[in-house]
């Protein structure tokens, strides 16, 4: 396998399918997997939920990544000669940095006890994974961490932030989680690389506040992840300067392990056939926009990921890994969106529930595979970085 990492998250893929979605390159239809293999990706991040879904069975959506349906993703990226990446979000949907929130079947426990559920969580699936012959190359053990997970019990944050006067960010708890999920992917596959992966690539005052807590408190890992979206996350100066920071001071290898960068501007309201009331929109509004410095093109698209590219190739030491281009194939189609009216009940939150993420893709809307693809096969590092 080579050893730089040109991934994509095919989380949602199993769900777009079943929708009805048909991907092409150069007008010829083709499975997915043999289209982006031949453009050089090299590794699948798949993301995991323990129970995504309600009492009554009904599915969360957004690819309803449960563990049958990761396994069916990891066989088909294994028969691909593919590294897997295991994305454990240790809840039953969405975990980021503005929600934690414990699995269902977790919700009263105490943190000696989800300590316990974490490991013995972990220990199963990554036996299932064997039993099936998709053990992953790599886990990540927890899902954009900056403000902890599995809350209140593992809640973290800037105690300098007034929101949480009075209260202490629990470092301990949070070391004793991801410890946990680490050992339970060791007891299983020893070989394993461990990833710990934060939001915000552009945070380096993040970043140091929160591995300099964790590294004195937790297991070792191998590889810092990072999320990084220029339309949240600052420019793609901040960005090189918190990786190659964090290359120095931790001696780490560094992977992109999210990012993205829209194509178009175009709506994709008639692929979704929703109601107003019922769409999310799209993920980069014009005044996000209005915050990065390439058009929403595809020459834009090829000249960010260029440029992406080019700081991970020049990372202090050699220690940039590589990336993960995240949700490449979640194009528009009827009954694909990123949460259904159940999931909102488990997350307390409002819809609309439809695909926000079209124009972020790396196939167009009607599933042709873009430049941007081709970009990624043939880029060779250079030194000048683009400011």
Not at 41 to 69: M, Q, V
Not at 359 to 372: C, K, M, R, V
């Amino acid at each position: 396998m080579d050893k730089f990492i040109k991934g994509i998250d095919l989380s949602t893929l199993e769900e777009v399918e079943r929708c009805g979605a048909v991907f092409y390159d150069y007008g010829k239809e083709m499975d997915v997997f043999d289209i982006v293999k031949s453009y050089g990706i090299n590794y699948i991040r798949i993301r995991l939920w323990n129970d995504p879904y309600d009492e009554e069975g009904n599915p969360y959506g957004a690819g309803t990544n449960d563990l049958e349906t990761f396994i069916t993703l990891a066989k088909r990226a294994k028969a691909h000669g593919m590294g897997v990446l295991l994305d454990l979000h240790y809840s039953d949907f969405w975990a980021d940095p503005g929600k934690q929130i414990k699995p269902k079947a977790w919700k009263d426990m105490d943190a000696d006890a989800l300590e316990e559920a974490i490991y013995n969580y972990t220990v199963d699936v990554m036996q299932v994974c064997k039993d099936n012959d998709c053990l992953p190359d790599m886990v990540q053990c927890g899902n954009e961490l900056s403000n902890g997970m599995l809350w209140p019990e593992g809640q973290i944050f800037d105690e300098s932030d007034e929101n949480f006067t009075g209260r202490t960010p629990e470092y301990d708890n949070l070391a004793r989680f991801v410890s946990a999920g680490i050992r339970g992917v060791k007891a299983i596959n020893p070989n394993a690389l461990i990833m710990i992966h934060l939001d915000n690539g552009g945070n380096n005052k993040l970043y140091r506040r929160w591995f300099d807590n964790y590294i004195k408190r937790g297991e070792d890992f191998d590889i810092i992840g990072m999320s990084y979206y220029p339309f949240w996350h600052g420019t793609l100066d901040d960005l090189n300067a918190n990786i190659q920071d964090m290359a120095k001071r931790y001696g780490k290898e560094i992977v992109i392990a999210e990012v993205s960068m829209g194509y178009t501007m175009q709506d994709y309201k008639e692929y979704e056939k929703l109601e107003d009331k019922e769409r999310k929109g799209m993920a980069t509004k014009q005044e996000l926009v209005d915050k990065i410095d390439y058009p929403m093109t595809k020459e834009g698209q090829v000249a960010f990921i260029n440029d992406v590219l080019n700081r991970i190739c020049n990372v202090y030491n050699g220690l940039g890994r590589g990336f993960f281009y995240w949700e490449p194939a979640w194009i528009p189609v009827p009954g694909s969106g990123w949460a259904t009216p159940s999931a909102l009940e488990y997350i307390k939150e409002c819809g609309p529930c439809g695909n926000e993420w079209a124009n972020q893709a790396l196939f167009d809307y009607d599933g042709n595979a873009l430049p941007s693809l081709k970009a990624i096969r043939d880029y060779k590092p250079v030194r000048k970085l683009r400011k």
